[in-house]
């Protein structure tokens, strides 16, 4: 069995920061990709960002030099940092990844920013 735990969601500012956290448990768990997605109101889940065990990373185009992805793999968690946050990059936010042959979803957490 495999538990997300997310957290370091909520409100803020236009031009501000936050920094979410995913923490991932179960035993002998190894995650492959890890990530986030979000999903505004009215519109599909995207992809946010993604970190491979390697640490190489993917971002979505929005959020390429404002948010940053990073992972502990001792802890098997992933950290998204937002910076410059925009009232567009309000969504819930989730925690994904992967162990294969499957991929698991965090609860997901709310980032409102506020103009």
């Known amino acids: 069995q495999v538990h997300l735990v997310e957290s370091g969601g909520g409100l803020v500012q236009a031009g501000g920061s936050l920094r979410l956290s995913c923490a991932a448990s179960?035993?002998?768990?190894?995650?492959?990709?890890m990530g986030w997605y979000r999903q505004a109101p009215g519109k599909q889940r995207e992809l946010v960002a993604v970190v491979t065990r390697g640490g190489i990373t993917n971002y979505a185009n929005s959020v390429k030099g404002r948010f940053t992805a990073s992972r502990d793999n001792a802890k098997n968690t992933v950290y998204l940092q937002m910076s410059s946050l925009k009232p567009e990059d309000a969504a819930v936010y989730y925690c994904h990844i992967e162990i294969h042959p499957r991929d698991y979803w965090g609860q997901g957490t709310q980032v409102t920013v506020s103009s």
């Open positions: 179960g035993s002998g768990i190894s995650p492959n990709a």
